[in-house]
């Protein structure tokens, strides 16, 4: 394992470099900080003495008399942060004491964030979104579908492989209060070919991580689940007790993780969030994340390489289903529309301590003639298409039912409609291929 300098210049506006106040019994010895150079200067109330937990109990009005702390320039951990008003309101200085902010998440305080597979797409917007929030991310990933670019500077970057023990254990031994697994082989057709090689990364892969988690008290976990788990729709949209019949070795995989997180939710406390992705799309809106995906497989990718250039046509699996043009009906998601959500149940997750499954999608389900349609539109370019046969194992229509996520969360898609997701995903292949 190594532990990797940042390469890619890039300023993201968070809450470093500001103080922050808080209050609370016992809040120097609870709380811990990573290459501070000045020792902590924490407000505690004054008189205030003794179990905090306790003391705090059912009076929340007392959170505003909190004096401000100056802690300069990194993000401050709370070990144990349910020793502290859960639903306090914190208030953020800037060096100079001048209020400029206010955050209420997570008892307002910031996570240390080990992600893995964090270099990766999906991974390196729910990465951005981290630091948007505040928290504090290091990123664990072996790279072997990540790219160096999607690494933000500001973060530590562990170089390691979840089938090394030694690694993913070294990078929990250095404390963490979460972890958000994405890292994983997702191709579902090549895992109906090459099973054990989706075993040995999914599966064999996830239980180093969950074992190494555990071992360390590292116990709030949001995991990358997919749609996949369902297989064939018995009816629509699917909501997150639709029967579990995966169609795909892949889809088993992510099935079977869930069923161990649950386990270990019993077994040794760990809570988790298993969030079940539809299909996911788009680029980051702002421009700042444009690292292609190598090989992509997914519609959007696919008719972008066609729009540049890069690919000659694209092949639609059969015009013959039962939708309105006869091609398939799939719920698109946005990329940072997920990364919102994996951020939310992190928060949801350590703050109420208690798991959660959610499906998200937008439960608009959009067929590939009709997402064509719009990308010769936004793109300007022909993109020639060629209808060919089904593919075995594509349901007609997908669509989810996120109304759990909309009510346990808060959670609704912003970036999903067509519009979006097409012109984010082109922003970014002009800005990749200087176009
Ligand atoms: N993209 C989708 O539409 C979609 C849909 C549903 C679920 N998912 C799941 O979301 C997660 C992220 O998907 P993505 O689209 O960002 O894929 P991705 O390939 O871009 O990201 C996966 C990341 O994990 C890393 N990784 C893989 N194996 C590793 C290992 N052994 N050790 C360390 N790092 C390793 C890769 O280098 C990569 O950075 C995956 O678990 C995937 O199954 C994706």
């Not at 023990?165 to 895992?191: H, M, P, Q, V, Y």
């Not at 067929?367 to 007609?396: F, N, S």
Request: net charge positive.
């Amino acid at each position: 394992m190594e532990v990797l300098k940042k390469h890619r210049p890039y300023k993201v506006s968070n809450g470093e470099g500001f103080a922050l106040a808080l209050g609370g019994v016992g809040a120097e010895r609870a709380v811990r900080s990573t290459g501070r150079r000045q020792a902590p200067d924490i407000a505690t109330r004054s008189g205030a003495e003794g179990n905090a937990q306790q003391r705090f109990k059912g009076t929340p009005s007392n959170a505003s008399r909190v004096r401000p702390a100056t802690l300069r320039g990194h993000a401050v951990f709370i070990k144990n942060p349910q020793f502290f008003l859960a639903k306090s309101r914190f208030i953020l200085y800037d060096s100079g004491n001048i209020r400029v902010d206010t955050c209420r998440f997570y008892g307002g305080f910031y996570m240390k964030v080990l992600v893995i597979g964090g270099a990766g797409y999906i991974g390196s917007h729910v990465v951005k979104e981290l630091m948007a929030k505040g928290h504090k991310v290091t990123v664990f990933d072996n790279l072997s579908s990540g790219l160096v670019q999607n690494l933000f500077p500001e973060n530590e970057f562990i170089a390691g492989n979840i089938l090394y023990t030694d690694d993913i254990d070294g990078a929990f031994a250095r404390g963490f209060d979460a972890f958000i697994d994405l890292a994983a082989f997702k191709a579902a057709g090549e895992s109906m070919i090459k099973p054990e090689k989706y075993s040995i990364n999914n599966i064999s892969g996830t239980m180093n991580i969950l074992n190494a988690a555990v071992k360390h008290n590292c116990l709030n976990m949001v995991f990358s689940s997919s749609a996949a788990v369902f297989g064939e729709p018995q009816y629509l949209p699917l909501d997150e007790n639709h029967p579990k019949n995966p169609t795909n070795y892949y889809g088993f995989t992510k099935l079977k993780i869930e069923e161990f997180m649950q386990w270990y939710d019993q077994l040794k406390g760990l809570k988790f969030a298993a969030l079940r992705y539809f299909n996911a799309a788009g680029y980051d809106p702002e421009g700042v994340l444009y690292g292609l995906e190598r090989n992509p497989a997914n519609l959007l990718p696919v008719m972008m390489e066609a729009a540049c250039g890069k690919r000659e046509k694209i092949s639609i699996f059969g015009n013959d289903y039962p939708t309105r043009d006869g091609t398939c009906i799939r719920d698109y998601i946005h990329v940072s529309d997920l990364a919102v959500a994996h951020v939310m149940a992190l928060e949801y997750i350590a703050d109420k301590k208690e798991s959660i499954t959610l499906n998200l999608g937008t439960g608009n389900g959009i067929t590939v003639t009709e997402m064509l349609e719009a990308a010769r539109r936004i793109t300007g370019k022909e993109i020639k298409a060629e209808y060919v046969g089904r593919r075995a194992g594509d349901p007609a229509q997908l669509t989810a039912s996120s109304a759990l996520a909309k009510k346990t969360l808060g959670w609704e898609p912003k970036f999903s409609d067509v519009d979006t997701l097409i012109g984010s995903t082109w922003q970014a292949y002009r800005k990749y291929f200087g176009l």
